[in-house]
Nanobody, 123 residues
């Protein structure tokens, strides 16, 4: 099973990016898929998580700016990021847990990780 993240880059404050995570498996029935990020000198943190029923949970710092979604037909997880700020600068990772049964707000990451994609917000 492979997760391949893409879509990162350099963007000015206030700009937008859309990250994609292509997978080698059907994602329709995966209970939890998520985006994490890790900034230099900081721990990896949950950004957003999405359930197979399309419920979502976001970190407080990105609520109202980021949107997580799935394209089940093409097995792709997305993260639309709007109104980016310098604190959003980090390496972003996609993640999946085929066995998760807990509440999304407690999601700590499953065992399937993609390589990260760098997002830099700077003027």
């Amino acid at each position: 099973v492979q997760l391949q993240a893409s879509g990162g880059g350099l963007v000015q404050p206030g700009g937008s990016l859309r990250l994609s995570c292509a997978t080698s498996m059907s994602i329709t029935s995966i209970p939890a898929m998520a985006w994490f990020r890790q900034a230099p000198g900081k721990e990896r943190e949950l950004v957003a998580v999405n359930s197979k029923y399309d419920s979502t949970h976001y970190a407080d710092s990105v609520k109202g700016r980021f949107t997580i979604s799935r394209d089940n037909a093409n097995n792709v997880l997305y993260l639309q990021m709007n109104n980016l700020v310098p604190d959003d600068t980090a390496v972003y990772y996609c993640n999946a847990d085929p066995t998760y049964r807990g509440a999304l707000r407690f999601y700590g990451g499953g065992n399937l990780w993609g390589r990260g994609t760098q997002v830099t917000v700077s003027s």
